[in-house]
């Protein structure tokens, strides 16, 4: 099956504001949430969580955003870092917002504001800024989530994207300035993944891959996350299973795999889950396991004839069980993943300093000595050495949790804005502004 473009939808991008953000100094209070964050076997959560909108006052102004500068950002330098960004902020007479390295130390402090969000349900699936004001996200969360939205204001509002309207949208990311990639799940179809030119409007919506029971098979019928690398080749995995679908380029056709490990090549088979997925460079870094395994680290493989197969990396050699649901880096040597321990309920921090194929290079973060209630961590992302993590307070009732490193993940601080909601997706700009998400919630400082 060829990269087909299957259907292609002219769809017309309409202004139509989901959220009017206005900005206050407190977040709504957190709950539980029915955790269908993977689709794999994470009974690390189970009970509903009931945190929708904020009901918290507005305590004043407080916009205590660093003035007096020009901060003009620039358009970038095509960061290949995998963080997502290509955004290196430069111009004006200093960038970085006080309080952060470098910083004005005679502007005010900056705060958390608290704004809406378009999700429903109790989660928000994908979270993805081209610079610091342009970005999107995705709603996938059971059939109340649905719909890619767009922020143009750092993402104090958002206004719904055309022609996602009954898509459940998982992951979305660019490898080219102009395409974005999108995977989930049309509710009325057997789509999975999309391309949107962003070029020029009207965007135009491209299906890349769809479901299919019978041969050709293509077993995935909601896909999780999508990636290309810089030579095109790409990459969408199951919300719910196993299989990949991988091409090696734009003219090649489209294979699914259930084993896609390094031993497959030579008929050692064995299943594991991607949870999160990046490129760098020419290859595929990725993330996963099951609530039954060591949390795993998946490298590419060197073998010359390999081409979607990862070598598996267990991070832990003790009896644990886990789950890694977030991956970033800032170059090769230098990683962060996150996720839990399903033993204790509590999160997961691990960092390489060196090549990650040698898990001596791995450290793991001492939580307990940072945050005693920290739980499962669902999300992070780098910004040359400032590192941004969110997630959930254990038990749930305490709401969510942030956490930020200016060290490469070797120090870490709890910076969870006030009566956060459990978190899902963060975004860490160069010179400090974060964006956290959850549903009906939009935090940034």
Not at 301 to 330: C, H
């Amino acid at each position: 099956m060829k990269w087909r473009w299957l259907a292609v939808v002219t769809a017309v991008f309409l202004a139509f504001p989901v959220v009017a953000g206005h900005g206050f100094l407190a977040g709504c209070s957190g709950g539980g949430d029915d955790d269908a964050a993977t689709g794999d076997d994470d009974a690390t959560t189970g009970d509903d969580d009931a945190t929708t909108g904020d009901d918290d006052a507005t305590t004043g102004d407080d916009d205590a955003t660093a003035t007096g500068d020009d901060d003009a950002t620039a358009t970038g330098d095509d960061d290949a870092t995998a963080t997502g960004d290509d955004d290196a902020t430069t111009g004006g007479d200093d960038d970085t917002p006080a309080g952060t390295p470098g910083g004005d130390d005679d502007l005010p402090p900056r705060t958390w504001r608290t704004y809406g969000g378009p999700c429903t349900g109790s989660r928000t699936d994908r979270l993805w800024f081209d610079d610091m004001m342009n970005g999107f996200l995705g709603c996938g969360e059971n059939s109340d989530g649905t719909g890619l939205f767009q922020t143009t204001d750092g993402g104090e509002s958002w206004t719904s994207v055309s022609g996602f309207e009954r898509i459940r949208v998982s992951h979305m990311s660019r490898s080219h300035p102009d395409i974005l990639l999108v995977a989930g799940k049309n509710v009325d179809n057997s789509d999975i993944a999309w391309a949107v030119d962003t070029s020029a409007q009207p965007w135009t919506i491209t299906t890349l891959l769809e479901y299919s029971g019978s041969d050709p098979f293509m077993r995935i019928s909601h896909g999780d996350n999508i990636v290309s690398t810089s030579t095109g080749a790409t990459i969408v995995d199951s919300l719910s299973g196993n299989y990949i679908a991988y091409q090696g380029g734009p003219d090649e056709d489209w294979v699914e795999a259930y084993y896609w490990n390094e031993g497959s090549l030579d008929g050692d088979n064995k299943a594991y889950q991607l949870l999160d997925i990046i490129p760098i460079g020419e290859h595929f870094y990725g993330v996963g396991s099951t609530i039954s395994e060591p949390p795993t680290v998946f490298l590419p493989s060197s073998d010359p004839r390999a081409t979607y197969q990862f070598v598996p990396v267990p991070l832990t050699s003790d009896s644990r069980n886990g789950e890694l649901y977030g991956i970033a880096a800032a170059n090769l040597e230098h990683m962060v993943v996150v996720g839990s321990n399903q033993d204790t309920h509590g999160g997961v921090i691990f960092s390489s300093n060196g090549d990650p194929a040698d898990v001596g290079n791995w450290q793991e973060v001492d939580l307990d000595s940072i945050v005693e209630d920290h739980g499962v961590l669902r999300d992070v992302h780098v910004a040359g050495p400032d590192v941004l993590v969110v997630g959930e307070r254990y038990p749930q009732q305490h709401g969510g949790l942030a956490l930020l490193s200016h060290d490469g993940g070797v120090t870490w601080e709890d910076v969870t804005p006030p009566e956060a909601p459990l978190l899902w997706n963060c975004w860490l700009h160069p010179g400090g502004r974060m964006v956290v998400t959850s549903s009906a919630y939009t935090a940034i400082f």
